[in-house]
C-alpha cells in the first residue's frame, strides 16, 4: 500500500495535536500548517509555519496534490466560497471543521437536527455571520457545489491541553481563577442545561478514521461523545479536579462581565449553552468501528489534561478585561 499524504490546517490546537499522531499511527505521511513554531524528528511528519490565508501559500502548498486535506481554519464565509474550489480540486478527500453549533435547540443532536440558519426566527441574529450561521452557510457551500470529495465534521465543545470550558468561559478565565484560589462567576440559566464536552483525543480519532473512508465521502458527522452532564454538573466535576468557588448571577451581569453585552457573546450563551446539547453519536462509531465504552469518560479526560495544564503561565491572564470584570464585579457585590 502506498504511503497517503495529508495536508492538516490549523494542526497544532485542540483536536490537531490528537489527530496527527492518530494520522502517522496509520502510516500516513502529514504535512502540518499552523501559526505555532513547531519542528519534528519524524520523517514523516513535517512543519510549516504559516498562515494559508496569506501571501499565496494555500496555492503553493496544494501544488503537492495531497491525498487528504483536515481543515481546522477559520473562514467567514465569504471567504470560504473563495478557496473551496481549489481545496476540494486538489485533494482527493477534503475534512471540513463544522461544529455542534450550528444546531438549534431540539436534542438529541443528529446529523439530521434542525440547524439555527434553518429555523431560527431571529432576523438581527440572522443578518449576522455569527460562527454558529458561518459554519452553517459554509456547509451548503460544500452540500451545494458539484464535488463529492468532501466529509463534514460536526464536534461539540472540545477540551484539550491548554483548552477548557464551562459555560462560556475558556481556560484564561477558568484555569486562572480555579488555580489562583479566585471566585468564578457563572449565568445561573445555563446551570441546569445539559451539555456535551468532548476530549480532543476521542474527536482525533474519529476524523483519522473518517478520512479515506468510503463511507464519509459525502457526508456529515457528529463527532463527539455522547456523554452529557448539566453545566452545573461539569462545575462540580472540575471541583473535584481543583476545588475553586463559584456563584451564579442573571444573565445580563454575566454578559457585561464577559464582553460587555457584545452580540457575539449573547449568541454563544443564548444559542448554545442554553440548549440541551445532548448529541447522538451512532453514525460516527458505525462508521469508523469506535465504542462509545472506548471514548475518554469526562471526569478522566478533564483531570488527564488538567494535569497537563496545571503549571502553564495562567497568572499572565490576570490583567485580561474578564477577569478584571469578574473581580470589579464580585468586589462591588461583596462590598453591598
Not at 110 to 121: A, H, I, T
Not at 142 to 166: C, D, E, H, K, M
Not at 239 to 249: A, D, G, K, L, S
Request: glycine share 6%; charged share 25%; net charge negative.
Amino acid at each position: 500500500m502506498s504511503v497517503k499524504t495529508v495536508l492538516v490546517l490549523g494542526g497544532t490546537g485542540a483536536m490537531g495535536r490528537y489527530l496527527v499522531p492518530e494520522l502517522l499511527a496509520a502510516g500516513h505521511s502529514v504535512d502540518v500548517v499552523s501559526l505555532d513554531d513547531m519542528s519534528s524528528d519524524d520523517p514523516m511528519l513535517h512543519y510549516i509555519k504559516g498562515n494559508v490565508k496569506e501571501n499565496g501559500l494555500l496555492e503553493e502548498l496544494l501544488k503537492k496534490q495531497y491525498d487528504g486535506i483536515v481543515d481546522f481554519m477559520t473562514y467567514q464565509t465569504e471567504e470560504f466560497k473563495k478557496v473551496y474550489s481549489l481545496l476540494l480540486e486538489n485533494t482527493g478527500h477534503y475534512i471540513f471543521l463544522s461544529s455542534c453549533r450550528i444546531f438549534a435547540d431540539a436534542p438529541p443532536i443528529n446529523e439530521n437536527s434542525p440547524r439555527l440558519l434553518d429555523v431560527s426566527e431571529d432576523r438581527e441574529f440572522l443578518a449576522t455571520d455569527d460562527y454558529a450561521l458561518y459554519k452553517a452557510r459554509e456547509e451548503d457551500v460544500l452540500t451545494g457545489s458539484t464535488y463529492s470529495n468532501w466529509t463534514i465534521v460536526r464536534p461539540a465543545t472540545t477540551y484539550s491541553t491548554g483548552r477548557f470550558q464551562l459555560v462560556t468561559l475558556e481556560a484564561p478565565t477558568l484555569l486562572y481563577r480555579m488555580l489562583a484560589g479566585k471566585t468564578i462567576v457563572l449565568p445561573e440559566k445555563a446551570m441546569d442545561r445539559q451539555a456535551t464536552l468532548s476530549w480532543g483525543g476521542d474527536v482525533g480519532k474519529m476524523i483519522a478514521r473518517l478520512l479515506f473512508n468510503e463511507k464519509a465521502y459525502g457526508e456529515s458527522y457528529v463527532t463527539a461523545t455522547a456523554e452529557h452532564h448539566s453545566w452545573r454538573e461539569i462545575a462540580e466535576i472540575y471541583n473535584e479536579v481543583c476545588p475553586f468557588r463559584y456563584i451564579t448571577v442573571n444573565t445580563e451581569d454575566y454578559l457585561d462581565i464577559i464582553a460587555k453585552g457584545a452580540s457575539w457573546a449573547r449568541y454563544q450563551l443564548i444559542y448554545a449553552r442554553m440548549f440541551e446539547r445532548i448529541t447522538d453519536n451512532r453514525k460516527v462509531l458505525k462508521d469508523t468501528g469506535l465504542k462509545q465504552g472506548g471514548l475518554m469518560p469526562l471526569r478522566e479526560g478533564l483531570r488527564l489534561e488538567f494535569d497537563r495544564s496545571r503549571d502553564f503561565n495562567w497568572s499572565r491572564y490576570s490583567t485580561d478585561e474578564k477577569n478584571v470584570r469578574m473581580d470589579e464585579y464580585l468586589k462591588k457585590t461583596y462590598e453591598k
